[in-house]
């Protein structure tokens, strides 16, 4: 027997996120299959837009500012950037804006709100290794061959992917009331593209202001994921990337607690 | 006879928010802002009054209401428009929760609220059939088992791998109650379902749900049109203004309330 009053929707969260799994697996097949109907190049847009980023970048920060990249190819120093920071980028929007996406069915159907989230998530994954893919040709265009670090590898995917939903779960909460985050979010992320070593290494920001730079979870997370691929041209910075951690551990904590929290009257002020 | 549903004073009570509403966040600070500013300084009072004033009023969706639904019922509910049928139809589906009072279910509840939640307009037949089983609760091997079944009933099987936006509306609607019919749940909740569809796929709803409701089911059935509460249901409640005034097995003692109201 089951009894419906205020608060119990608590009890077996997560059982019922689970019993729910195909409603994940369909949400997210939508998505991956709605995106580019009607358009021409249809999935290659996944790898279009942070290619033209890197080209653009490596014009910009290669050829014309003629920034060192440690002997590294311009081009792929700045896709290795692009790559985490796309999957940061891509995540965070959706998950803050996924209540609002997501509201017809938010008012009309009875599920865990998390699921929502969770299918932006496994979007961001594929949407990442396709254009991953891509990075791959790269390396071996460019003759790059990884050594023992690459196995740090998913642990900086993993990180970059719960700092975004973390965020973008707290901007998500008050999006559901406040939409002022909408309009903020996209201008957030244009600077915050400039602020994260996307187009350039962080090696370069100035010793006394590493400590400031690296406040930045991404930066962190954009180092390490470079030192993953090519660990003998990019040193890592231990401290910048334990803060990144440890962030990104805790936005995705209180992301959760604070969404929850919200999660019971959703459909009622959305 | 054990009941399905015991409702026991369950009230929902929703805030309204009048004034400039605070809406945004510029507003909801400006509010605070000056809130804080009257306080410390009592001559700001003289500047007029605050135009972000917000004033805080409760509307009670549904008082105090309890009544208990016997297992196998087919249960109507009537009520005009903000009576709280759909505020009651929230709360039974999960969707919102209520203020006070609680719910007692016995058996796995389905919601079917509005036709087509949740279908997507590029998406083929055949794929929203999928997307919607899921989002209705079922399984990814209890769609398919059920998939030909559901196409069969939705009478468009030659159509079933073209775009859901191409579809009439009398199809998209026979699409949607056919996978909402197939759910086999221990409650089902439908509302306003037959509001779309012609004569024919009307009747062929209401005797799917005649089938479902001999298989055992409870249904609560919210409809604005009387003739189909008078011939599907054998129990009724009326609710008006968030309380319940009727309680009856006398479907036809309901509907008589209802209209008198008007």
């Known amino acids: 027997m089951q009894i419906i009053e205020a608060g119990a929707s608590n009890q077996h969260y997560w059982r019922s996120l689970w019993a729910k799994r195909s409603l994940l697996y369909y949400l997210s097949r939508k998505d991956l299959s709605v995106r580019y109907k009607q358009t021409f190049v249809g999935v290659a847009w996944v790898m279009i837009r942070p290619f033209l980023i890197m080209v653009v970048f490596t014009m910009i920060f290669g050829a014309i500012a003629q920034l060192d990249s440690n002997g590294l190819p311009y081009g792929f120093v700045v896709f290795a950037g692009v790559l985490p920071w796309y999957l940061f980028a891509s995540l965070f929007a959706e998950t803050s804006g996924s209540l609002i996406t997501n509201g017809a069915l938010l008012r009309k159907v009875h599920c865990p709100r998390l699921i929502f989230p969770a299918s932006n998530l496994l979007v961001a994954l594929v949407d990442f290794t396709v254009s991953f893919c891509l990075l791959i040709l790269m390396m071996v265009w460019y003759r790059i061959v990884p050594s023992w670090q690459i196995i740090f590898f998913p642990v900086f995917i993993m990180m970059c992917a719960c700092t975004a939903i973390g965020l973008g779960l707290i901007a998500a909460t008050f999006n559901a009331k406040f939409r002022d985050f909408q309009q903020l979010i996209p201008f957030l992320l244009q600077m915050g593209m400039y602020i ?47 803060y990144s951690a440890v962030f990104s551990i805790l936005a995705l904590l209180v992301g959760v607690k604070v969404f929850r929290a919200a999660e019971a009257n959703f459909a009622d002020t959305i | 006879m054990t009941y399905a549903i015991k409702v ?32 410390i300084t009592p001559k700001f009072k003289t500047l007029g009054p605050d135009p972000y004033e917000v004033i805080i009023e409760e509307f009670w969706a549904l008082h105090d209401v309890s009544f208990e639904i016997p297992r196998g019922a087919k249960l109507g509910v009537l009520g005009r428009n903000g009576a709280g049928k759909s505020t009651l139809l929230k709360i039974l589906s999960q969707i919102t929760e209520p203020t006070s009072g609680r719910i007692l279910l016995n058996g796995e509840i389905s919601s079917l609220l509005e036709m087509g939640t949740g279908f997507h307009p590029e998406l083929s037949g055949r794929e929203n059939v999928f997307l919607n089983g899921a989002i209705l609760g079922m399984g990814r091997t209890e769609i398919l088992c059920k998939f030909d079944e559901i196409v069969a009933f939705s009478e468009i ?5 073209v775009p859901y936006k191409h579809y009439s509306s009398g199809m998209q609607a026979r699409l949607a109650f056919a996978v909402a019919a197939h759910l086999d749940p221990d409650i089902m909740i439908l509302d306003e379902v037959l509001a779309v569809g012609d004569i024919s796929f009307q009747k062929k709803c209401l005797k799917k749900m005649e089938a479902i409701s001999n298989s055992g089911a409870t249904i609560i059935f919210v409809n604005h049109g009387i003739d ?35």
């Open chain 2, 228 to 262: 189909a509460i008078r011939q599907f249901c054998n129990h009724a409640i009326v609710l008006d203004h968030g309380r319940l005034i009727l309680d009856t097995d006398d479907v036809e003692k309901a509907i008589a309330l209802y209209l008198g109201e008007d």
């Open chain 2, 157 to 161: 099987d030659k159509f079933i791998d």
């Open chain 2, 8 to 39: 026991e004073n369950l009230s929902k009570r929703y805030l309204i928010r009048l004034g400039n509403p605070a809406g945004s966040l510029k507003e909801l600070v400006e509010h605070y802002r000056r809130k804080f500013f009257y306080k």
């Open chain 1, 196 to 242: 994260s070593p996307v187009g350039y290494l962080n090696q370069l920001v100035p010793k006394k202001w590493e400590v400031i730079y690296s406040l930045n979870p991404l930066a962190g997370i954009i180092n390490g994921f470079r030192w993953t691929l090519v660990p003998e041209s990019i040193p890592v910075f231990i401290p910048g990337v334990i």
